[in-house]
């Protein structure tokens, strides 16, 4: 039942996803083309990809491969004129996956909300760099939380404050507690509920707790809120015990309950990569079935009617077997209430609205980005993409089908079956550990570099404070600073 323009973008997209040489153009133009503030450096990219266009055939209608032709050979002489058209194109092409933040929102929250959707509305951005952006960001979702037409939005720690130090947990707790407080309690008198969202692992333990201090205040105790686990991270059966003793309380002492989003977990890339660089182990599970498996024992464990009673689940993702999976049980079970089925906006929605007429309504993840930065939305397009070109992702599967034996639903549903079979057995020990001192010992052989000490695993942090803490005698002939030119004068 899909539209002709849902036909059509879901044609890209599935185009897209079974096509390599495409995604690479993909991923290519927006990283480099719509990334890139100076219009001429833009240009030399555009340029650059002319030769490509014709491996934008599978994904791109015949009109958007000329333009991108002409494009490439005008971009270098008219720089100024090419490259927003072709930043404008971009967004028309991904407008589907992404709001806009001004003035188009509200109409299209009413178009949502008259095809019986709720909407999960988050503005895109995660790290910022300084003090100045941290407070414009807060400034935007606090516009955006008190809209009379907006009930649900979700934020990040580390898009709302800089410079967090995962050596300084206790500090950064504090600092985020002191800037959030005040839109969680504004938010809580006009009736918006607000999701703690979360992106790379070292962030994990500084969310939860900052999401203890929160929902603790009295001013906000009556009104509920959620916060989203990744299950990806074997950490998270720990933090979902952690979070639902944080419920239970809450509950006991009158307040309302609050809410655990789960999601698979869309960072691994950077994992991988931030791993690498420090000689970690990654933090998220080695393999795809593991996630699988353990996405299904964190459903069964908290749609437990013990549980539900503090805390809703919100099970998100477009694995239809998996969806199936937590409405069935949480039908079996008697706690269909306390389910709220979750789904990404324009990334299926046919297939959005068949789970809606079968659970009664669904929720849409919403990024949303002002025109003016339509930059930050970069990272959440290339992750999106490169999650849905992986030959093991459903919407390749259901997309791009195949026949061979890891390709088509088929394999999907074999995947479901023994993510199933392995929910009980899957390990959830954590697997970032406190550093072996033999790791750092000389060994025969190749040179490899010691790992470094891993702050956000608690057991290093304990081990920094307690150095910090110690009385040190400076050894003979040191020289005492105490400010940066003195500092600087060492240096020299």
Same mark, same amino acid.
């Given at each position: 039942?899909?539209?002709?323009?849902?036909?059509?973008?879901?044609?890209?997209?599935?185009?897209?996803?079974?096509?390599?040489?495409?995604?690479?153009?993909?991923?290519?133009?927006?990283?480099?083309?719509?990334?890139?503030?100076?219009?001429?450096?833009?240009?030399?990219?555009?340029?650059?990809?002319?030769?490509?266009?014709?491996?934008? +055939?599978?994904?791109?209608?015949?009109?958007?491969?000329?333009?991108?032709?002409?494009?490439?050979?005008?971009?270098?002489?008219?720089?100024?004129?090419?490259?927003?058209?072709?930043?404008?194109?971009?967004?028309?092409?991904?407008?589907?996956?992404?709001?806009?933040?001004?003035?188009?929102?509200?109409?299209?929250?009413?178009?949502?909300?008259?095809?019986?959707?709720?909407?999960?509305?988050?503005?895109?951005?995660?790290?910022?760099?300084?003090?100045?952006?941290?407070?414009?960001?807060?400034?935007?979702?606090?516009?955006?939380?008190?809209?009379?037409?907006?009930?649900?939005?979700?934020?990040?720690?580390?898009?709302?404050?800089?410079?967090?130090?995962?050596?300084?947990?206790?500090?950064?707790?504090?600092?985020?507690?002191?800037?959030?407080?005040?839109?969680?309690?504004?938010?809580?008198?006009?009736?918006?509920?607000?999701?703690?969202?979360?992106?790379?692992?070292?962030?994990?333990?500084?969310?939860?707790?900052?999401?203890?201090?929160?929902?603790?205040?009295?001013?906000?105790?009556?009104?509920?809120?959620?916060?989203?686990?990744?299950?990806?991270?074997?950490?998270?059966?720990?933090?979902?015990?952690?979070?639902?003793?944080?419920?239970?309380?809450?509950?006991?002492?009158?307040?309302?309950?609050?809410?655990?989003?789960?999601?698979?977990?869309?960072?691994?890339?950077?994992?991988?990569?931030?791993?690498?660089?420090?000689?970690? +182990?990654?933090?998220?599970?080695?393999?795809?079935?593991?996630?699988?498996?353990?996405?299904?024992?964190?459903?069964?464990?908290?749609?437990?009617?013990?549980?539900?009673?503090?805390?809703?689940?919100?099970?998100?993702?477009?694995?239809?077997?998996?969806?199936?999976?937590?409405?069935?049980?949480?039908?079996?079970?008697?706690?269909?209430?306390?389910?709220?089925?979750?789904?990404?906006?324009?990334?299926?929605?046919?297939?959005?609205?068949?789970?809606?007429?079968?659970?009664?309504?669904?929720?849409?993840?919403?990024?949303?980005?002002?025109?003016?930065?339509?930059?930050?939305?970069?990272?959440?397009?290339?992750?999106?993409?490169?999650?849905?070109?992986?030959?093991?992702?459903?919407?390749?599967?259901?997309?791009?089908?195949?026949?061979?034996?890891?390709?088509?639903?088929?394999?999907?549903?074999?995947?479901?079956?023994?993510?199933?079979?392995? +929910?009980?057995?899957?390990?959830?020990?954590?697997?970032?550990?406190?550093?072996?001192?033999?790791?750092?010992?000389?060994?025969?052989?190749?040179?490899?570099?010691?790992?470094?000490?891993?702050?956000?695993?608690?057991?290093?942090?304990?081990?920094?404070?307690?150095?910090?803490?110690?009385?040190?005698?400076?050894?003979?002939?040191?020289?005492?600073?105490?400010?940066?030119?003195?500092?600087?004068?060492?240096?020299?």
């Amino acid at each position: 039942d899909e539209t002709p323009a849902e036909r059509r973008a879901t044609g890209r997209l599935a185009a897209l996803v079974a096509d390599p040489a495409g995604l690479e153009l993909a991923v290519r133009f927006v990283d480099r083309v719509a990334r890139p503030e100076d219009a001429r450096v833009a240009a030399a990219e555009l340029a650059g990809l002319g030769d490509r266009a014709a491996d934008a +055939a599978a994904f791109l209608g015949g009109v958007d491969r000329v333009l991108l032709g002409v494009g490439a050979k005008v971009a270098p002489l008219l720089p100024s004129a090419v490259v927003p058209a072709a930043r404008v194109r971009l967004r028309q092409l991904v407008g589907h996956l992404v709001a806009d933040a001004g003035p188009g929102l509200g109409p299209h929250l009413a178009r949502a909300r008259a095809e019986g959707f709720r909407l999960n509305l988050n503005l895109l951005g995660e790290a910022v760099l300084g003090e100045d952006e941290a407070n414009r960001r807060l400034h935007r979702v606090a516009e955006l939380a008190a809209r009379p037409d907006v009930d649900y939005v979700s934020i990040k720690v580390s898009a709302v404050a800089s410079q967090l130090s995962t050596w300084d947990t206790e500090g950064s707790v504090r600092r985020v507690v002191d800037r959030l407080l005040p839109l969680y309690r504004a938010a809580a008198a006009g009736g918006t509920f607000l999701n703690l969202d979360m992106e790379e692992y070292r962030d994990l333990a500084l969310t939860v707790r900052v999401f203890d201090e929160l929902v603790g205040d009295p001013q906000v105790r009556g009104a509920e809120m959620g916060i989203v686990l990744q299950a990806y991270l074997p950490d998270t059966s720990d933090a979902l015990e952690e979070i639902t003793a944080i419920a239970r309380r809450r509950v006991a002492a009158g307040g309302a309950r609050l809410k655990v989003r789960l999601v698979k977990g869309a960072n691994l890339a950077m994992e991988q990569v931030e791993a690498e660089l420090h000689g970690w +182990a990654q933090a998220p599970y080695a393999g795809k079935p593991e996630v699988d498996a353990h996405y299904v024992r964190l459903v069964r464990r908290a749609l437990d009617p013990e549980r539900t009673t503090a805390l809703r689940v919100g099970v998100a993702s477009h694995n239809l077997f998996h969806v199936a999976y937590a409405h069935l049980l949480a039908a079996h079970r008697g706690v269909s209430e306390a389910l709220d089925i979750e789904m990404l906006q324009g990334m299926a929605p046919a297939q959005a609205r068949a789970v809606q007429r079968e659970v009664g309504q669904v929720l849409l993840y919403t990024p949303v980005v002002a025109k003016q930065d339509f930059d930050v939305a970069i990272s959440y397009l290339v992750r999106r993409l490169e999650e849905n070109a992986a030959h093991q992702n459903f919407l390749h599967a259901l997309f791009a089908g195949g026949d061979g034996p890891d390709e088509g639903i088929a394999s999907q549903e074999d995947a479901f079956l023994a993510s199933v079979a392995r +929910a009980d057995a899957v390990p959830t020990g954590r697997r970032r550990l406190p550093r072996d001192p033999a790791a750092s010992s000389p060994a025969p052989g190749a040179f490899r570099n010691a790992p470094d000490t891993d702050p956000a695993v608690a057991e290093s942090r304990d081990w920094a404070a307690r150095l910090v803490a110690e009385d040190v005698e400076p050894p003979a002939g040191a020289v005492e600073v105490a400010t940066g030119a003195e500092v600087d004068a060492v240096v020299a």
